[in-house]
């Protein structure tokens, strides 16, 4: 079998038995958070205030378009990354 056979079959083996799932706005933001070595009080001036930090930290509201935009600054990462799946193209 010749080396593009071997990785074709692979990808396929791979998509098959290997989805993954999309990471919400949430897991992300954690992720980015965690890689950091960030807590939610490190994040306060990037959401406006601690009650919305908490709000959003502990799933009780969405991230905003414009907490999306400022968390992309803040992560120097894509604002579409905080953006609600449904909304991420």
Known sequence: ?????????????EDKHYQLKPATPLEILTELMSQRGL??????????????ASEVMNGKREISKAI??????????????????????
């Open 39 to 52: 807590k939610q009080k490190d994040l306060v001036s990037v959401f406006g205030s601690q009650g919305i």
């Open 1 to 13: 079998m010749s080396g593009k056979g071997v990785v074709n079959l692979i990808e396929s083996f």
């Open 68 to 89: 999306a935009k400022a968390l992309g600054e803040f992560f120097n990462v894509s604002p579409v990354l905080f953006f609600d799946t449904g909304d991420r193209r």
